[in-house]
């Protein structure tokens, strides 16, 4: 089983449509949760970042975290096709230098 | 400045050559990191420097040698490298956690 697991999609949904993306997760040492986005042969760009239980808003974007089941999720409002792209969640136990573990990614297809 | 400076963009290198990526970033981060992407599949990390000094080596093959000249530059020397070795390398820093990594945008590596 893997640490972090991620519905690679493709998710297609027409403009304007609520996106839900998810992400579950088995090590139950991890506080940090991120979401990414990251665009066609682009590096990734932290888009949330969130520790512990809770959610957290930032303009379209909302992220939730449950660790009692071991769930995080990034809601997309209003969605519009340049949010078309790649998703990672990642996740990491402890400040510090520790290895980020990253999902496999969600790619996102926002239709006009 | 918030930005991860990669360069170049793209490469193309026989396996008999000698080649280094550069990444460089002015927003006073102390450690940078090199990962290495494969189409559709997460970031693995590779190399973690912290203040300068290599903390993090993921078992990469001695055909990658990492260089850290001061805080803001990061090479990565590439030597008889193997067409498995094609890939999207990313650079990235951090302030000095690891939860909010910076990307640079990539060099896309092809080995002939």
């Known amino acids: 089983q893997k640490e972090v697991e991620q519905d690679p999609g493709p998710l297609s949904v027409p403009e304007g449509a609520i996106v839900s993306l998810n992400c579950t997760y088995s090590n139950s040492a991890f506080q940090y949760f991120m979401w990414y986005r990251q665009y066609s042969r682009k590096g990734p760009e932290l888009l949330m970042y969130?520790?512990?239980?809770g959610n957290k808003e930032d303009g379209r974007f909302t992220a939730q975290v449950d660790k009692s089941s071991k769930y995080i999720s990034l809601f997309i409002r209003d969605s519009q096709p340049s949010d078309s792209a790649t998703y990672l969640c990642a996740m990491s136990p402890l400040v510090g230098f520790q290895k980020l573990v990253f999902g496999t990614g969600t790619r996102l297809l926002v239709s006009p | 400045d918030t930005e991860v400076t990669q360069t170049p963009k793209h490469l193309v290198m026989g396996m008999t050559n000698k080649k280094s990526l550069k990444c460089e970033q002015h927003m006073g981060h102390r450690a940078m990191y090199w990962y290495k992407q494969k189409a559709k599949k997460p970031p693995e990390l590779m190399f973690v420097?912290?203040?300068?000094?290599?903390?993090i080596n993921e078992s990469v093959p001695s055909r990658f040698s990492p260089e850290c000249p001061n805080s803001s530059l990061l090479n990565l020397h590439l030597h008889a490298l193997q067409p498995e070795d094609s890939a999207l390398y990313l650079c990235?820093?951090?302030?000095?956690?690891?939860?909010?990594?910076?990307f640079g945008s990539g060099t896309q590596l092809s080995v002939l």
């Open positions: 420097y912290s203040y300068e000094k290599l903390s």
């Open positions: 969130t520790y512990s239980s």
């Open positions: 990235a820093s951090s302030q000095g956690t690891v939860e909010k990594l910076f």
